[in-house]
């Protein structure tokens, strides 16, 4: 594949740290804020990147024939949008979109022109996760499922000093939820699709949701889902059956090992050390995709990303927590 990347903070920096890991790709461009371009230079030099951008659509016009999207959340719809109408495939980080309306659009627009579009979110491509999915059945009748995550932002100290950063400001479609939170929904949804019903009780200072609890209820049995940016406390992800137990000690970001014990005694272990971070997995298996013009499992995986969206969507109304995107006219 012929990567563009869009972006020159954390994420994308992430990503370059592993970028090697994919045998297929060349990474042709780079666009950043002007702002950024120094950073961006330094990148390029870096990585070995030929083109640097700071207009986005002269960065469209270059020869790569994907993007990676890198960007505050606010801006996933628009960039996407215009990089599928120049005919690329986009790679957009996660949370997908603000909204489940500008969510169907991309979705409805990459499908028209045959494009592959993806949410990055390492949840899903995890190994481990993999085999939670297989596992599932050996714990008998699902009763309850509880994940947690939290992480104590330093950005926090500064949104009490009444600073407001995009991770907090409901203008950039921030807040726990669409950060971190959302990864337990991956995590739930992924294993059991779209709930009968969605409630978010939400901690929420000047508009924005530090912190809060997802219910699904899935009419037999019922999942919680803890993210906080306000407070920390230790990870985990456990699924309780009526034949007995999985548990995953560590965030669902990351879904490394775990452990299945069964009510009578039978026990266990998950654990794939086939990847050194996080983010190799999902890239690989984009790249797998891209280059084998498998469009089905794609578009498999976008039908899960809209099912988080609508989630995603509910619960943020239900809770009051508006972003600008709310009340836009979408095509
Ligand atoms: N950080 C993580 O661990 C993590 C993990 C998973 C997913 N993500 C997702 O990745 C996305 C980015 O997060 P981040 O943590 O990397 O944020 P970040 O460090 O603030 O980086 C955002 C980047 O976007 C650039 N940018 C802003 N407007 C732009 C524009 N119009 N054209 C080109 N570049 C522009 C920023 O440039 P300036 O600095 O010049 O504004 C900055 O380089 C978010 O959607 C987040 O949810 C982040």
């Given at each position: 594949m012929k990567l563009g990347i869009v972006g020159s903070g954390i994420i994308v920096k992430d990503f370059l740290s592993i970028a090697h890991?994919?045998?297929?790709?060349?990474?042709?461009?780079?666009?950043?804020?002007?702002?950024?371009?120094?950073?961006?230079?330094?990148?390029?030099?870096?990585?070995?990147?030929?083109?640097?951008?700071?207009?986005?659509?002269?960065?469209?016009?270059?020869?790569?024939?994907?993007?990676?999207?890198?960007?505050?959340?606010?801006?996933?719809?628009?960039?996407?949008?215009?990089?599928?109408?120049?005919?690329?495939?986009?790679?957009?980080?996660?949370?997908?979109?603000?909204?489940?309306?500008?969510?169907?659009?991309?979705?409805?627009?990459?499908?028209?022109?045959?494009?592959f579009l993806f949410e990055a979110v390492t949840t899903l491509y995890q190994p481990d996760y993999r085999r939670v999915k297989e596992l599932i059945p050996s714990l008998g009748s699902v009763r309850l499922v509880r994940c947690s995550y939290s992480q104590y932002s330093r950005r926090y100290d500064r949104f009490k000093n009444g600073e407001v950063l995009p991770a907090f400001d409901p203008a950039c479609a921030g807040g726990a939820l669409m950060d971190i939170n959302i990864y337990n929904l991956h995590y739930a949804a992924g294993l059991f699709g779209m709930p009968e019903s969605v409630h978010y009780f939400a901690n929420i200072e000047r508009g924005i949701d530090t912190s809060g609890v997802l219910l699904l209820d899935y009419g037999s049995f019922l999942c919680t889902l803890t993210g906080a940016k306000d407070c920390s406390a230790p990870n985990s992800c456990i699924i309780q059956g009526d034949k007995g137990y999985l548990i995953q000690d560590s965030p669902a970001n990351i879904c490394e090992g775990g452990r299945v014990i069964l009510n009578d005694g039978s026990k266990e272990t998950v654990a794939d050390h086939s990847y050194s971070h996080r983010m190799i997995s999902e890239f690989l298996e984009f790249e797998n995709m891209i280059l084998s013009g498998d469009l089905t499992t794609c578009y498999r995986y976008l039908d899960h990303t809209l099912c988080v969206c609508e989630i995603l969507t509910q619960a943020r109304r239900m809770a009051g927590i508006v972003f600008p995107e709310d009340g836009q006219e979408v095509q």
């Open positions: 890991h994919l045998k297929h790709t060349t990474i042709l461009s780079l666009c950043s804020t002007k702002r950024s371009e120094d950073d961006a230079r330094a990148l390029a030099k870096e990585y070995l990147i030929r083109h640097i951008f700071t207009d986005y659509v002269d960065f469209l016009k270059c020869e790569a024939d994907t993007v990676y999207l890198g960007l505050p959340n606010h801006l996933h719809f628009s960039y996407a949008y215009q990089a599928l109408l120049a005919g690329k495939n986009v790679i957009v980080e996660k949370p997908f979109t603000p909204t489940i309306e500008q969510a169907t659009i991309l979705s409805r627009t990459a499908r028209e022109k045959h494009l």
